[in-house]
């Protein structure tokens, strides 16, 4: 290699090694796609953003020492009141945006496990900071504020039943 090159390398190396400091990553949030039979289609419940009212399924980020399918099920039950069996693995993924108190805006990448309704308790932790509302799947591919939820929804469709 010559030495031009070899500076050349080298001085790009340090980009390689901070981009980390002005460039945020994805980070894993965790989704609980809660489904109960309806009338003419199962209906998947929808909760409220605490800050803006967006409509979005109930997530958080990963819990410590839990299996990620068992953090879907605190999240339906902490943002919810929603009591349900989650299958141990993820039906997908997509992309969103988690926002933050300065208002910037994180990206996320949200993994989603189908959770079977069995119940909805009307006391849990985060009641009365959410509004929450089960919508038949074609009303809520339609009602989702975030286009890649939408997406997600029509694209698993089969899988939701």
């Known amino acids: 290699m010559s030495f031009a090159k070899a500076i050349k390398a080298h001085d ?3 980009l ?3 981009k980390g400091l002005f460039l945020k990553q994805n ?5 609980a796609l809660c489904v109960r039979p309806g009338e003419r289609e199962n209906e998947i419940l929808l909760v409220s953003t605490r800050d803006t009212g967006r409509l979005i399924l109930p997530k958080g980020w990963p819990e410590k020492k839990k299996q990620a399918f ?3 099920v605190i999240e339906a039950y902490e943002e919810a009141g929603v009591i349900g069996k989650a299958d141990t693995r993820p ?3 997509f992309r969103s945006f988690k926002g933050l108190d300065d208002g910037s805006r994180l990206p996320t990448k949200v993994l ?5 309704f069995e ?3 009307k006391k849990f932790p985060e009641v009365g900071q959410r509004k929450q509302i089960w919508l038949p799947l074609s009303e809520a591919i339609a009602s989702v504020d975030e286009p890649a939820l939408g997406r997600f929804l029509h694209r698993h469709r089969a899988k939701i039943g």
């Open 12 to 14: 790009a190396s340090w």
């Open 16 to 18: 390689h090694g901070i």
């Open 27 to 31: 980070r894993l949030q965790i989704a």
């Open 70 to 72: 068992e953090t879907a």
């Open 91 to 93: 039906i997908g993924t």
């Open 112 to 116: 989603v496990f189908r959770l079977q």
């Open 119 to 121: 119940k909805q308790l």
